[in-house]
């Protein structure tokens, strides 16, 4: 049995980054950039009013002096006319200032009859331009890799990119095994339970960028779980779900032998999660997940979300700890790493866990409630409410 820390290692290196595809910009909010891209045009590509006011030439400002007005500058169609002294453009936000023109004033302090505007005492100092570039300019970089946030899709829109540079999405085969289960939908008999594990992973790999492949269940059977492991041709990754403990029905350890998995371990020092096994079945890595339907998620988190990072270029660092205020009393930890289940938030400024007194690894509607682990280190000391711990949030 190993630790968390060697089992994690153990288990991304079983990957590598994955090749890399250009996609429509549409589609890239999610994904995570391969290279580095560089804007086409500067933004603004003109000096730009950020009012609504007149444009005119900043050495004649003064209290009481008057313009006219010949013309007008708008958002897509700008003045095409020279501002000479004693003139200015009708302007509006966003719209090109015009030759000659270095200030804007704003409408409100402008009076205007007919085509004669008069500066009002009291008007507001700034010039109101932006100038070129002023956002950034033609060449500024994106840095990858980096996953792409709705923030960065109207960023790369701006910078005149319309295909991105993306890692292609990790392909996850995932089989769900055991006689008990059967479908959401179906109607199971009396000794049967709702198949919960495979749904709860294929969202959780979804929502940190992966595509599944959803396999029928596997039933306790070699030549059940080889038909299913066969339907995982082509995947990036095969995760098992059950069958990897010592039972005399758990055969996902003897059959992925039979068929030549190359093991990386077996048994990690954690709970949930104990019954944890990873290796390559030929050139796919696998993951054998337990059972029970938290152990499944919490492995799925600890260990597989890094394999998915890694796959798409992000590196293969564990889940980020942060320290928080202890919310109730622990009792000392055994030898295993225990992942509690967890509520965190920020009570007085400070960011504190409150972990649920039931921390049974059957306990799905305990898993939801929660919004993240508290982290209890093997063989630790009790704690007290208000003493510092580690968390790990979703």
Do not use: W
């Amino acid at each position: 049995m190993i630790s968390v820390a060697e089992a994690l290692q153990a288990v991304t290196a079983l990957f590598e980054p994955l090749n890399v595809e250009h996609i429509a910009l549409r589609d890239a909010v999610g994904r995570v950039l391969a290279e580095d891209v560089a804007a086409k045009r500067d933004q603004p590509p003109f000096a730009a009013s950020s009012m609504d006011g007149y444009a005119l030439r900043n050495a004649e400002v003064a209290a009481n002096a008057r313009f006219t007005v010949i013309g007008e500058s708008a958002a897509g169609a700008g003045f095409t006319g020279v501002i000479k002294s004693g003139q200015a453009a009708r302007i509006f936000t966003g719209a090109p200032v015009p030759e000659g023109a270095d200030r804007v004033i704003i409408q409100e302090d402008i009076s205007r009859d007919g085509d004669v505007i008069t500066i009002n005492a009291g008007f507001d100092t700034e010039h109101f331009i932006r100038p070129a570039g002023f956002d950034f300019l033609a060449g500024q970089v994106m840095h990858a890799p980096k996953r792409l946030t709705a923030q960065d899709v109207a960023l790369l829109a701006s910078m005149n990119c319309p295909d991105i540079p993306v890692f292609r999405k990790p392909l996850v085969g995932i089989i769900a095994t055991g006689n008990e289960l059967v479908m959401p939908g179906e109607d199971p008999e009396q000794a049967q339970i709702i198949a919960s594990n495979n749904f709860g992973l294929a969202a959780l790999f979804q929502q940190f960028g992966a595509e599944i492949r959803m396999i029928p269940i596997a039933r306790d059977t070699p030549q059940s779980l080889k038909m299913a492991i066969d339907l995982c041709d082509g995947v990036d990754l095969i995760v098992t779900i059950g069958g990897a403990s010592v039972g005399d029905h758990d055969i996902v350890r003897d059959v992925t032998a039979e068929i030549g998995m190359v093991s990386s371990f077996y048994k990690v020092a954690m709970r949930p999660g104990k019954p944890l096994m990873a290796g390559m079945l030929g050139e796919t890595p696998l993951i054998g997940l337990p059972g029970n339907p938290v152990s499944s998620m919490v492995c799925g988190h600890i260990f597989i979300r890094p394999a998915l990072s890694k796959m798409q270029g992000l590196g293969d660092a564990a889940l980020p700890r942060e320290l928080a205020q202890l919310g109730a009393d622990l009792p000392q930890n055994g030898p295993r790493e225990h992942y509690m289940r967890a509520q965190i938030g920020v009570e007085y400024s400070r960011l504190t866990v409150h972990p649920f007194a039931r921390q049974d690894s059957a306990l799905l509607s305990v898993l939801a409630r929660a919004n993240g682990f508290l982290v209890c280190p093997p063989n630790s000391d009790a704690k007290r409410a208000g003493d510092l711990v580690e968390v790990i949030r979703f």
